[in-house]
């Protein structure tokens, strides 16, 4: 039976101590240097173009500099086109409220004309004929694109260390992981690089790396997006962004949601600011395996029921709806498809599998080939008796707040693509237990960024809603965002 959260238990937690201790330990927002415009959200930066106080050849100039200045030590951005960037900026650009800001586009997705490698070395000379559609949103809104970020192989892991491009390391903790797959995207917005940056997330890939590097990341509703004809399997891949402030991805999210005439979805539009409206929100802690997660993540979560609490919300103890063991086993055979798919694709060009595949991706292909012919479509069967069990759970509650993540983000190395399968596959679903469901579902999901460890590293708060509450999401965000606001914060790496 659910009953209330019990607010005293928490406060009063060793754990919660640490997590207040080490957010009291952070820098804060250095001032304002006007030449690289650092401190301006990308709404703030469209502003000053409009009022023509600048030029979006200067946002851009400004923009690369500090990809210049910090990348070398991040890994972010792996491929440039500042010059294309530079002439774009200089032409007439559409008008839009996000009109002659930097942009980077993930190297999972196509770019007319560049580089799209998604971080493997079967695609490391590829040059994409077109523009996907979501990032094709972006240029008509006038987003001027500089280049592509790091993402593992085909964003497969979440962890961003790909053997093609190398490891993408945390702004936080050069030491630490920036999450995966978006984890170059969340990576440059948490050094000061842009504001905002164009992300995906097939299991966790916008959610994951937002929490990882304390941005913001928003998973749309299966169907928000049109995203052509490259659907992930099962249908489980969405797009959108990450950024530092809840109205750069709200204002992202209304210029690329499908707005057609058979759109699945009502379209939500730009949502400006939070809603007076108090909601009913589930709690968890455990995962779909009934586990908790690490002490300084648990004591993250429940301090933002605590403040959704104060701000006069329901709380609500709820039990994850699902079974972990039969929910992963179906979610990791249709992940493993695509692999298997592109071990045959290696050998259909008289490549040896192994020479161009990580062994991360021919590890999932093995997997996939072990299970019995009908595996994929009974899989693919179970994910819609899950949707269905998570729509149910999802029609009692406004939002479910859980983790992002079983623990802070690990070292790099330890979910490299070369530790062995099995050690590396328990490492995986261990740590990403919490983002999958999601996707599966089809429901809204965000990272909100409002907790630290004693280390410094973020740790993000999970907040999903019923299919097509997006708006809602982004309500409950600004009102975090001004409650407990992230922004003041500020990575070891900054390009401020």
Request: glycine share 8%.
């Amino acid at each position: 039976m659910t009953t209330e959260l019990n607010r005293r238990t928490f406060l009063g937690s060793a754990a919660a101590a640490a997590l207040v201790a080490g957010a009291a330990s952070l820098r804060t927002t250095p001032l304002f240097a006007k030449e690289s415009f650092a401190g301006l959200d990308a709404m703030a930066q469209a502003e000053l173009v409009r009022k023509k106080e600048v030029t979006a050849l200067e946002l851009v100039d400004a923009a690369i500099a500090r990809i210049n200045a910090v990348n070398p030590k991040v890994n972010a951005v792996v491929t440039e086109f500042f010059d294309k960037a530079r002439e774009t900026a200089k032409g007439r650009l559409p008008e839009s409220p996000l009109s002659g800001v930097p942009y980077l586009i993930k190297d999972l997705n196509d770019f007319t004309g560049e580089r799209r490698t998604s971080g493997s070395r079967l695609f490391a000379n590829f040059k994409s004929p077109g523009t996907d559609p979501v990032p094709e949103k972006a240029v008509d809104a006038g987003l001027v694109v500089l280049g592509k970020t790091n993402t593992p192989e085909f964003g497969l892991m979440a962890s961003t260390e790909s053997l093609l491009l190398g490891d993408c390391r945390n702004p936080w903790n050069l030491e630490h992981s920036s999450g995966g797959s978006s984890g170059g995207a969340a990576a440059a917005v948490a050094a000061g690089m842009l504001p905002v940056a164009h992300a995906s997330d097939g299991g966790g890939s916008i959610r994951i790396p937002a929490s990882c590097c304390g941005v913001f990341g928003m998973k749309p509703s299966r169907g928000r997006m049109s995203l052509g004809s490259k659907p992930m399997p099962g249908d489980i891949g969405v797009e959108n962004c990450v950024s530092r402030t809840v109205r750069d991805s709200a204002m992202v999210f209304s210029l690329s949601e499908d707005r057609s005439a058979d759109a699945p979805l009502k379209p939500v539009g730009f949502v400006s600011g939070l809603s007076r409206r108090r909601l009913t929100i589930a709690f968890s802690t455990a995962d779909y395996f009934g586990r908790e997660p690490h002490a300084e993540v648990k004591a993250a979560i429940e301090a933002t029921a605590n403040l959704c609490d104060d701000l006069g919300h329901i709380i609500v103890e709820a039990k994850n709806p699902l079974h972990g063991e039969e929910f992963i086993d179906a979610f990791l055979t249709v992940w493993a498809s695509g692999p298997a798919s592109l071990v045959e694709l290696a050998r259909s060009k008289g490549l040896k599998p192994e020479k161009v595949l990580e062994p991360w991706t021919l590890g999932l292909a093995e997997f996939f080939a072990r299970k019995p012919k009908d595996a994929l479509q009974k899989s693919l069967a179970f994910f819609s008796e899950a949707e269905a069990k998570t729509d149910a759970f999802m029609a009692r509650y406004d939002t479910w707040l859980t983790p992002v993540l079983a623990r802070p983000a690990p070292k790099l190395g330890e979910q490299a693509p070369t530790v062995e399968f099995n050690t590396l596959y328990e490492r995986i679903v261990h740590y990403v237990s919490y983002t999958p469901i999601h996707n599966v579902a089809g429901t809204p999901a965000m990272s909100v960024p409002l907790g630290m460890s004693k280390d410094g590293l973020p740790i993000g708060s999970q907040f999903a809603a019923a299919k097509g509450g997006e708006g809602l999401l982004f309500a409950l965000a600004y009102e975090l965002e001004q409650a407990q606001p992230w922004t003041i914060r500020h990575a070891g790496v900054y390009a401020g």
